[in-house]
């Protein structure tokens, strides 16, 4: 993988704002490529755009000189830096999942579950198969499991590229260590593992093939990590006590020279500064400012590394069969015909939803409720006017409190809904239409359970008429009701992903 003067600027109160500008690099089969850089330096940026989930406003970026597209879709895995996962799935159900829709469709549903179940052992998940994902109020997998669990959403198809957004993020250092293992040994297997990184440790650090470290936006340094530390003593910074290399080259990014030898250069300008502020009788300041160290270290890096790697660019990367039979074909393909996703994306859906659905509380909740308008409608006597009104008074109570009891549901669950989405379509794992049909059809069942035992309860407990016919157009109403929710929930989606 190639790219070459990759720039990317966004707008800010409508001026342009230029996030990256010029990066230049290369990833070979075999190699883990690590981006450094300080927070807001543009390492996910840079990674989005190489990973195909943003396009870059200047600058070329090529697989063996030839552009990504569509096409390449099913070649790339990519792992965001928040763990996107349902709650409710256990981890062997999520892989499972993932192997259904992403695999080709030649190969049969017992050899795709096989496969899942391959990546379980691949990645050391064998004792928590049958553990739920959990999340925030669920108690479920530890971190690095998680962690593994994504890895191995995007690793069971096989990828010839791996793009990873801070996968140490949050762990402990051992377990840092074992993630970062693990992506050396798929890229043995012959797959090129480009991920970003903030502050590694030392023995994280000399794990990575090559570095790559940005600041403010700019190339301070690309190439191999062992010549890292070479490169930057012979431009005349050097530690001055001793330290993992990761946090001495962020330093450097920030501009942070405290424990940092500095170059004459630099020295020289630091007290032609100081003279201009001693004849203004300014506050001196003895050491060189974020700015000038930022200028001379990416002046450092244009003159004496840019034009070799530059032209190292120009030379052909290797390829492998498969990445070059996805090249050449310009079809997209999915893993599964429609009918296929939706049945999946169906079961998927009834799993994880009804334990949000049937949890005890939304029971007790909906139970409580029904005994009491019970008591409070008992047995109304429907042949008085007052009677009437009050059992008229109650339809419009069940109407109105199962038009609005599921969109509750609704506004904590869109919010995960929607990264999920977007995180699986990016990865092209089903069409739009198979989900929406399977995510509203798969809430029917879910939706009809609870408003029937409301609706048992309910309905004798306040003597409305009994009949099987009265009955079921009750039901029917309450029914309808839902559906209309469902249509405003939809309409809450569609304003929620407008929403920047």
Same mark, same amino acid.
């Given at each position: 993988?190639?790219?070459?003067?990759?720039?990317?600027?966004?707008?800010?109160?409508?001026?342009?704002?230029?996030?990256?500008?010029?990066?230049?690099?290369?990833?070979?089969?075999?190699?883990?490529?690590?981006?450094?850089?300080?927070?807001?330096?543009?390492?996910?940026?840079?990674?989005?755009?190489?990973?195909?989930?943003?396009?870059?406003?200047?600058?070329?970026?090529?697989?063996?000189?030839?552009?990504?597209?569509?096409?390449?879709?099913?070649?790339?895995?990519?792992?965001?830096?928040?763990?996107?996962?349902?709650?409710?799935?256990?981890?062997?159900?999520?892989?499972?999942?993932?192997?259904?829709?992403?695999?080709?469709?030649?190969?049969?549903?017992?050899?795709?579950?096989?496969?899942?179940?391959?990546?379980?052992?691949?990645?050391?998940?064998?004792?928590?198969?049958?553990?739920?994902?959990?999340?925030?109020?669920?108690?479920?997998?530890?971190?690095?499991?998680?962690?593994?669990?994504?890895?191995?959403?995007?690793?069971?198809?096989?990828?010839?590229?791996?793009?990873?957004?801070?996968?140490?993020?949050?762990?402990?250092?051992?377990?840092?260590?074992?993630?970062?293992?693990?992506?050396?040994?798929?890229?043995?297997?012959?797959?090129?593992?480009?991920?970003?990184?903030?502050?590694?440790?030392?023995?994280?650090?000399?794990?990575?093939?090559?570095? &790559? +470290?940005?600041? !403010? $936006?700019?190339?301070?340094?690309?190439?191999?990590?062992?010549?890292? *530390?070479?490169?930057?003593?012979? /431009?005349?910074?050097?530690?001055?006590?001793?330290?993992?290399?990761?946090?001495?080259?962020?330093?450097?990014?920030?501009?942070?020279?405290?424990?940092?030898?500095?170059?004459?250069?630099?020295?020289?300008?630091?007290?032609?500064?100081?003279?201009?502020?001693?004849?203004?009788?300014?506050?001196?300041?003895?050491?060189?400012?974020?700015?000038?160290?930022?200028?001379?270290?990416?002046?450092?890096?244009?003159?004496?590394?840019?034009?070799?790697?530059?032209?190292?660019?120009?030379?052909?990367?290797?390829?492998?069969?498969?990445?070059?039979?996805?090249?050449?074909?310009?079809?997209?393909?999915?893993?599964?015909?429609?009918?296929?996703?939706?049945? &999946? +994306?169906?079961? !998927? $859906?009834?799993?994880?939803?009804?334990?949000?659905?049937?949890?005890? *509380?939304?029971?007790?909740?909906? /139970?409580?409720?029904?005994?009491?308008?019970?008591?409070?409608?008992?047995?109304?006597?429907?042949?008085?006017?007052?009677?009437?009104?009050?059992?008229?008074?109650?339809?419009?109570?069940?109407?109105?409190?199962?038009?609005?009891?599921?969109?509750?549901?609704?506004?904590?669950?869109?919010?995960?809904?929607?990264?999920?989405?977007?995180?699986?379509?990016?990865?092209?794992?089903?069409?739009?239409?198979?989900?929406?049909?399977?995510?509203?059809?798969?809430?029917?069942?879910?939706?009809?359970?609870?408003?029937?035992?409301?609706?048992?309860?309910?309905?004798?407990?306040?003597?409305?008429?009994?009949?099987?016919?009265?009955?079921?157009?009750?039901?029917?109403?309450?029914?309808?009701?839902?559906?209309?929710?469902?249509?405003?929930?939809?309409?809450?989606?569609?304003?929620?992903?407008?929403?920047?």
């Amino acid at each position: 993988m190639q790219f070459s003067e990759v720039k990317y600027r966004v707008a800010v109160k409508g001026t342009p704002r230029e996030i990256l500008s010029g990066i230049s690099g290369s990833a070979s089969p075999g190699e883990v490529l690590a981006m450094m850089g300080p927070s807001g330096s543009g390492k996910t940026t840079l990674l989005s755009m190489l990973g195909g989930r943003a396009t870059a406003a200047d600058g070329c970026i090529s697989y063996n000189d030839e552009p990504f597209g569509k096409s390449l879709k099913r070649r790339i895995g990519f792992v965001t830096q928040d763990d996107v996962l349902f709650t409710h799935l256990t981890v062997k159900e999520t892989l499972t999942y993932a192997a259904l829709l992403r695999l080709p469709r030649t190969m049969t549903r017992e050899q795709k579950k096989e496969r899942a179940m391959d990546i379980i052992y691949e990645l050391g998940l064998e004792r928590c198969q049958d553990t739920m994902i959990g999340g925030s109020f669920v108690r479920g997998v530890s971190g690095g499991e998680r962690k593994r669990v994504c890895i191995g959403n995007e690793i069971i198809i096989n990828p010839s590229l791996l793009f990873l957004d801070e996968p140490t993020s949050g762990l402990d250092s051992t377990t840092a260590l074992r993630i970062v293992q693990l992506l050396h040994d798929i890229a043995e297997t012959g797959k090129t593992v480009i991920t970003t990184i903030h502050q590694p440790s030392s023995r994280l650090f000399h794990k990575f093939d090559k570095l &790559i +470290l940005l600041g !403010r $936006g700019s190339l301070l340094y690309f190439g191999k990590t062992a010549e890292a *530390m070479p490169y930057f003593s012979s /431009i005349g910074c050097n530690p001055l006590i001793a330290m993992n290399p990761a946090e001495f080259l962020l330093d450097l990014a920030n501009g942070n020279t405290n424990d940092v030898s500095v170059p004459s250069e630099l020295d020289d300008k630091v007290h032609m500064e100081n003279q201009n502020l001693q004849d203004t009788n300014s506050k001196i300041n003895l050491r060189p400012s974020a700015q000038d160290v930022h200028e001379y270290l990416v002046d450092a890096y244009e003159h004496r590394v840019a034009y070799k790697e530059k032209k190292k660019l120009l030379a052909p990367l290797p390829i492998s069969d498969d990445m070059k039979a996805t090249i050449t074909s310009s079809k997209r393909e999915w893993g599964t015909n429609w009918c296929q996703q939706y049945s &999946i +994306l169906f079961c !998927r $859906g009834l799993k994880e939803r009804r334990h949000d659905y049937l949890s005890w *509380m939304r029971i007790t909740q909906v /139970i409580a409720t029904s005994i009491i308008l019970g008591l409070l409608w008992w047995h109304s006597d429907p042949t008085t006017p007052k009677g009437l009104q009050d059992q008229a008074g109650l339809l419009f109570f069940i109407a109105v409190f199962w038009g609005f009891f599921p969109v509750f549901t609704a506004i904590f669950t869109f919010p995960q809904e929607r990264a999920m989405l977007n995180k699986e379509r990016a990865a092209d794992m089903y069409k739009l239409s198979a989900y929406f049909l399977a995510r509203t059809t798969s809430d029917l069942p879910l939706d009809l359970f609870l408003p029937v035992i409301f609706m048992v309860i309910v309905y004798f407990m306040a003597g409305l008429k009994a009949s099987a016919m009265r009955f079921f157009l009750s039901m029917l109403t309450v029914f309808l009701s839902i559906i209309a929710a469902q249509v405003w929930q939809s309409k809450l989606v569609q304003s929620y992903n407008q929403c920047p």
